[in-house]
Every structure is written in C-alpha cells, then in structure tokens.
C-alpha cells in the first residue's frame, strides 16, 4: 500500500512516536477504535514477525482459532473522534508472510472476514518502566511508609551474585567498564502481572549487567530483545546520541528462566510502543456541542487559534456534515 489517507485524529502520544501504521479494532464493525499502531520508520518489520508481536503483547489471548488478519482500509467519520471503516481497499495481509509492512492504516478481521471481536492493542496504552518508576516515587512521596518503591530495589545478594556471572561485561554492548545490575522485568511490573503469581521474581536469572549510560534508555523501553528471533536486540523507542554502539544480539544469559523474564520485558516493550493511540483522552475536557452550538448561532470567532487544532478543525467539519444533511432533508 503506498498512499493512504489520515482523516482521523491520533493521540499526542501516539504522534510522539512518530507512528505511520495504525490498526483499528472492529468489535462493533464496521465501528473502529484506533487502539494500535507502529513506527515503520524507526522499525521495519516483516508481516510474520508483526503477527507474532500482535499476539504476544495482546492484553487478550488470540487464540488459534480466533487468530487476527489484518486488512487495509479507509477511515470514515460517524461523529467528532468517532469513526468507522469506510472501504476495505486490500486483500488480508498473510501471516506467515516474510515480506515487509507497509505505512497505512489497517483493521483487524477474522480469517472468514468478519471484524475482529475483541480488542487489538488496547484503548489505554502502557507507560514504560521509568514513568512507573516517576508514578511511585509520587506516591511514596504522599504515602511514605507504603514502602512500595523498595520492591525494586536489587537485594545487595543478587546484585553479587549478577557482577560475579557477568564479570562487569554489559550484555547489550558487550564492553566492560562503567557498569550497573538492573531487572531485566522489574518486580513493580511483575507484580501486576497475572501471569507470574507465585513466581520468584527476585532472582539473578532476572538480573543483567548494563553499561550505565544505558540504564535511562532500557528503563525508558527504547529497545528490547527478542527470544523467538535469534535474539535480536529491537530498538523500538529514540536512542539518545552518544550511547555506546548496541550489539545485534544478547550473546549470553539464554537460560530458560532468563528467557522467560527477556520475553516478559519484550511483551511489555511493544505494549508501551504499540498500544493506544484513538485522540478522545486528550480531549476530554471539550465538549464537541458546544463548540457546534457556537457555530450554529454564528457566535464562533473563527480567527481563534481552537479552531485551527486538530479537534477544532474536525467539529467545524461535522458541523458542515450536518448543515449539508439537514438541508438536503428539505421538501418543497
């Protein structure tokens, strides 16, 4: 697909990220909730691989016989920040296909061709390991005796146990020198996973060397590694200049427990840089009538900057819809 067309609004977030693929959740078809969606710049990915992702960092389980496909359509408008699909403009995008996504704008169907039921992505996009890290320091701040920042503290007997492995040697440069021991799935997150309950979480195998410089950008969700690829170390987020060279592939700490925990930080990775991204929390606080109703009685001052936003700009166009609509409901 080499054009397409965005004539919906996207999250600050979402445009932050300089995403170029978004993927629309058909649950009441043909309604459509933007609640995923990619940088392909930053990050190419093959239609496979994507998949794969899709379905690891579901909230969701896709199950085998509920697996998504994804078709590109076009976007039509029911509403300000409500939409639906307007065309289905191309075939299903394989599964197994090696062949590299395209920037569009996509929705999920079932194999049969019905809109997907449930939800791709999610309505509310993850905050990375160092916003949680800003969140809790907050709240300790008006809770101090919560004690709850302290559960990612690294016990001196791990942090040992890690320098004495790794020899100081960061596993994501493969240099040596100015190093630190972070989680590799820190136990604030883990603890909210459903998934891990009863697991131990404090342990080395959770546990790697990094150079400092990089201790910002890993908790930041900046990149992550891939398991089921080789390895292979995604950068998914802006890596700052000046951090040293990271390597293609983790070389070492492949254990099965260590696995388990590098495919926990890589499901959350992708949520953090894939969930999310329909506009409507950013504009909680306008009410789309009463701007209408300004319009209407001809009171709007059409050199303010609010109608030049994005939102601004979208109910001046739903108000010339239903102008256009209700005329043409006239007889005469």
């Known amino acids: 697909m080499s054009t397409y067309n965005i004539n919906f609004l996207v999250s600050r977030r979402a445009t932050a990220q300089g995403r170029n693929m978004y993927i629309f959740t058909l649950s009441g078809f ?9 940088n392909l710049n930053r990050t190419p990915v093959t239609h496979a691989t994507f998949y794969r992702w899709l379905d690891l960092a579901a909230i969701e389980p896709h199950h085998s016989d509920k697996k998504i496909v994804l078709c590109p359509i076009s976007i039509g408008r029911t509403g300000v920040l409500s939409y639906c ?10 599964r197994d296909s090696t062949e590299f996504f395209q920037p569009g704008v996509y929705g999920a169907f079932y194999a049969d061709g019905r809109g997907y039921s449930g939800v791709v992505g999610s309505t509310i996009p993850r905050i990375s390991f160092r916003e949680l890290d800003l969140v809790v320091a907050k709240e300790e701040r ?35 020198g100015s190093s630190e021991v972070v989680w590799i799935f820190p136990p604030l997150v883990a603890l909210h996973d ?15 060397t990094i150079c400092g410089s990089l201790v910002d950008t890993f908790y930041e969700n900046a990149f992550a590694a891939d398991p089921e690829n080789d390895w ?19 070389i070492g700490l492949k254990l099965p427990r260590s696995s388990r925990f590098w495919q926990l ?42 109608w030049q936003t994005g939102i601004g700009k979208e ?3 739903e108000f010339l819809a239903q102008q256009i609509s209700l005329a043409g409901s006239y007889t005469y």
């Not at 699909?85 to 394989?94: M, N, Y």
């Open 194 to 208: 459903p998934t891990l309950s009863g697991e131990n979480i404090y342990c080395a195998d959770n546990a790697i």
């Open 30 to 38: 043909p309604r459509a909730r933007l609640t995923a969606g990619w």
């Open 315 to 317: 109910i001046m166009e």
């Open 142 to 176: 008006e809770f101090p005796n919560s004690g709850y920042a302290a559960k990612n503290d690294i016990p001196d007997a791990i942090k040992g146990a890690v320098l004495n492995r790794d020899g100081g040697v960061c596993y994501l440069t493969g240099r040596s």
């Open 232 to 250: 292979r170390i995604v950068a998914v987020g802006s890596l700052p200049a000046g951090i040293p060279p990271i390597l293609t592939r983790i």
């Open 85 to 94: 699909v307007d065309a289905i403009t191309g075939p299903p995008i394989h």
């Open 265 to 306: 930080n890589l499901r959350y990775t992708l949520q953090v840089h894939m969930d999310g991204g329909e506009a409507n929390p950013d504009y909680s606080h306008v009410d789309p009538n009463t701007w209408m109703e300004e319009l209407g009685e001809e009171k709007a001052n059409l050199n303010d900057p609010k």
